[in-house]
C-alpha cells in the first residue's frame, strides 16, 4: 500500500465533487471496456437502460432521488466485477420540448411559412408561460427546429452538470440523443419493419385531440383531472309526435352531432328501443337504442350518443347500427383548432337551426357555444333544468391545460395487444420473465396490458421530432392515394419526406396529380423512447455492442411511466426480438412533499436539486436517495431535510474516522490475536454478507441500514475500546488492533462507497492506489472470532458511560473500581474484552458478578488529585 494522497490536517466534504469528478473523467475511472466486453462476452457485461430525461426545463428532486438508485446499483456491480455499461441519453422531442420552445422564444410553428437564415427571435431566456399564440411570432418549420435544438443542448449541458455533481457514474461517452440523425435512423427503420410485418397500420377514426397542441394523444397519455360541469335536462320529441324522451346531459353544445339515444336493454326505457326520435330544435331523424353501457340508474336512464363527448360514444358509435342495418353517422361539430365547424352537420333537418348554427356557434369555442345553446334551448322549451354544478372527471392530455376534445383524423398506429389475444398473451408472459422490484409493481404493468382498449396511436400533428418515413403517391385528382404509401429503403435512413423524394419521383412531381405527397406527421415520442435499449446498444448499428449489452440487465425508472415507457420498450421488443428487452425492472417510488402529496411542476410544489447539492453536499443526498426502498414514496421537505442531515453527518464521520483508524500504523506481519478484534472482523462478516445479499436484491435502502448500524458500533464502541491498546506499541495487542483498524476501515469504505461516493473515495486515497470505485468487493474474511464479545462490550461500555454521567463526571474521569453484573454466558464475552474496558473507562479494578442482566452495579470514582 502506498499513500496516493497525503491526509489533510482537517478532512472536509467541501470540494470533493469537483476534485473526484475530475479525476473520475481523467482516469477514465467508468469507462465500459469494449475489449474486455468481446473476451468476456454477454455474462461479463452488466448493462444498464438509462432513463433519458426529457430536455425541456430543468431537473428536480425526483431525478436526484431515483437516478441515485440506479448508480447505487452500477457501482455496486462494477465493484463485484462486471463491466458496467452505463449510458445515458436525452429525450429531446416531443410537445413540452415545442411548448417551452414556444414560451422561452415567443414564437409558434407556421409550416406554410419560409426559413429565414437571418431569424432572431423575439426574446430569449425569459419563461413566457402566459403567452397566447396570437401574441408569438410565426415562423418556418425549419427555424422552429432550430430554436428546439439550440433550447435542448444547452438544458442537456445543465442536466449532465448536475448528474456529475450529483456523482453518476456514467459512461460520458456513451450518451445519445432522441433527435440525433443516428436515432432518427434508428427509429425510423423500426417503424418501417413494423410496416412490413403488418404491426403499423393507418386508419381515419375518432380521435383524442389536444386543442392547445393540435395533435392526437394516445392513451397512454390521459390522465383525469377534476372539472366543474352540470347536468342540463333536455326533452326529445318521438317522431309520431307522441311523446318525448327525456335525457341528461353536461355537453348539450353537442346537441348538433347528436347521432342516437341510449338507454339499457333491461332499463327503464327497453320498451322504447328502436323508436325514431328527433333532435330538438335541430330536428334531425335519430333512433333510442339499447346497449349494456349505458347506466339504467344515472340520470333518466337515457343519454344522447354524439360524434364525440367522450370515450363510451366512441363505443357506442362503432358499436351501435340503425334498424335498418346502417353504421351511425359521424357528425363532427368541433374542428382540430377546438372550435366549431364553420357549417351545420348535414344532418340538421331545420333550414333555420342550420342558419343559427352558423351565425350563433360556428367558430366559437366549446364554452361560448355551449351558453348559446343553452339559452336557445332554454327559449324554445327544450331544455327543462340545468342541474347544480358538481366535480367529475374530465380526460386531459398529461402535459395540456384544456380537456381533450375527440375529432376524427387519419393517424397511424402500432398492435399492441388491445385487439390481439396472441400479442397480449405474449406481453403478459414477458411480463413475467421479467424480475420486477418491489414484486408489486408487475400488477400495474399486468393491469395495463389487460385494459388497452385500442392500438398504439404513434402519429403526431407536431415538428420537432422523428419524422414519419413515408410518401403517399397522388391519383389523377391530386388527391392522396392511402393504399399506395411509398417508403423509402432502409439504406438510406433517416430522411425527412418533407424534403426528400421517393424513389422513382422528381422534386417536381411534389403536390401535383400523379406526384406524390410528403406524410408531413412525427413520431410519438414515445415511439422513439421505446427504443432506449436499440438506441444506447448500438441496434442495426454495432451488432459486436448489442450482442455484449442485449437483452439489458436493468430498466430504472418510475412507477408513473409503466404505463408509457416500459408497455412501449416491451411491446417494440416483443414486435422485434420476441423477448423481453431487460432481465429487471426496478421502480423509484414518488417524491412527496411535507403534506404527502406528489411533487409536480403543475402543483408548484417541485424542489430543484441545484440548492440542496451545494448547501449539503453530494454524499448527503445520496444517502437520503438511498433510504428510501424501491417502489415506496419517500417525503421530502427543503426547509428541513433531516434525512440529508444524517447523511452529511455520516460522509463527514466516515472522513474523521478513516483519519483516525490511519493514524494507528500496522507493522508488517501482523495478526489478529485479540478476541475483541477477531469479534469484530466476524461481526463485520456477517454485515458483508447481509449487506452484498440486499445489494443484490435492489434493497440499497437496507444494505444502507445493515452497513450503517455497524458503522456507527465500529465509530462509537469499537475504536474507543480499542484505541488505548492501538496507541500503546508496547502493548503485546496494539498490532491486532492497529490491522482490525485498517481491516474493517478498507471494508467499510467499500460497503458505502456505491452510496456515500466522494468521502469514501477520498479516505480510500490516503492510504490506498487507484478508485475504491473499481476495487474489488468485499468478501467475509473468515477470521474466527465471536460476535458476542464486541456485542456485549458495547453494552458495558454503555453502562459505564452512562454510570460516569449519572454521577455527573467526565468520561476522563478514572475509576478506582466498577462492578459489572450479567449472565454467566456475558461474562466470559466481558473477560475477553476486559482490558480494552479498564483502558477506556479508565478503571483500575473492574469485577463481574452473575446476573440476569447486563448492568453496571457498581462504580467508584477516583479521588479528585489536588493541584
Known sequence: MS?????????ALEGLEAKWGERWSTDGTFLFDRLRAAQTGREGVYSIDTPPPTAS????????????HTDIKARFERMRGKNVFYPMGWDDNGLPTERRVQNYYGVRCDPSLGYDPDFTPPFEGGDNKSSRAADQLPISRRNFIELCEKLTEEDEKHFEALFRQLGLSVDWTQTYRTISNESIRQ???????????????????????????????????LEDRDQQASYHTIDFPFADGSGHITIETTRPELLPACVAIV???????KHLIGTKVRTPFFDADIEIHGHHLAQPDKGTGAAMVCTFGDVTDIVWWRELRTTDGRDLPNMTTIGLDGRFLPDAPASVGDADAAAWYVENIAGKTVFSARKALVEKLQETGAMTAVGKPFNHAVKFFEKGDRPLEIVSTRQWYIRNGARDADLRDQLLAHGTELDWHPEFMRVRYENWVGGLTGDWLVSRQRFFGVPIPLWYALDENGERDYDRVLTPDHASLPIDPTSDVPAGYTAEQRGVPGGFDAEADILDTWATSSLTPQLAGGWERDAELWDVVSPMDLRPQGQDIIRTWLFSTMLRSTLEDGRTPWR?????????????????????????????????????????????????????????????????????????????????PAPEGAEITHALDASMLATLDGVVRDATAAFENYDQARALEITE??????????????????YDRTDVGQASAALALRLALSTLLRLLAPIVSFATEEAWSWFEDGSVHTAAWPQARGIDGDPAILATASKALIGIRRAKT???????????????????????????AADDLRAVGRIAELAFVEAEELVVTAIELAPAVEA
Not at 57 to 68: A, M, N, R
Not at 263 to 269: A, D, L, S
Not at 709 to 726: H, I, M, N, P, S
Request: with cysteine; glycine share 4%.
Open 709 to 726: 448500524a455497524f458503522f456507527w458500533t465500529f465509530c462509537d464502541d469499537y475504536l474507543e475500546l480499542v484505541k488505548e491498546r492501538a
Open 584 to 664: 429487471n425492472a426496478a421502480i423509484s417510488g414518488f417524491i412527496v412533499d411535507p403534506d404527502r402529496k406528489k411533487m409536480s411542476k403543475s402543483k408548484g410544489n417541485v424542489v430543484t436539486p441545484a440548492d440542496i447539492l451545494d448547501t449539503h453536499g453530494s454524499d448527503a443526498v445520496r444517502y437520503w436517495s438511498a433510504s428510501s426502498r424501491l417502489g415506496a414514496d419517500a417525503a421530502f421537505d427543503p426547509q428541513n431535510p433531516t434525512q440529508v442531515k444524517i447523511g452529511r453527518r455520516l460522509a463527514i464521520k466516515i472522513l474523521n474516522a478513516a483519519k483516525f483508524v490511519l493514524s494507528f
Open 187 to 221: 427509429s425510423q427503420l423500426a417503424f418501417l419493419r413494423n410496416i412490413e410485418r403488418g404491426e403499423a397500420y393507418q386508419s381515419l377514426a375518432p380521435t383524442l385531440w389536444d386543442v392547445d397542441f393540435r395533435s392526437a394523444i394516445a392513451q397512454a397519455e
Open 263 to 269: 338507454t339499457h336493454p333491461e332499463g327503464p326505457h
Open 806 to 832: 449519572e454521577a455527573k463526571a467526565s468520561q476522563k474521569t478514572p475509576v478506582s473500581s466498577a462492578t459489572i453484573a450479567a449472565p454467566a454466558a456475558d461474562i466470559a464475552a466481558l473477560q475477553a
Open 3 to 11: 499513500q496516493a494522497n497525503p491526509i489533510p490536517d482537517k478532512p
Open 57 to 68: 426545463g430543468s431537473l428536480h428532486i425526483g431525478h436526484v432521488f431515483s437516478y441515485t
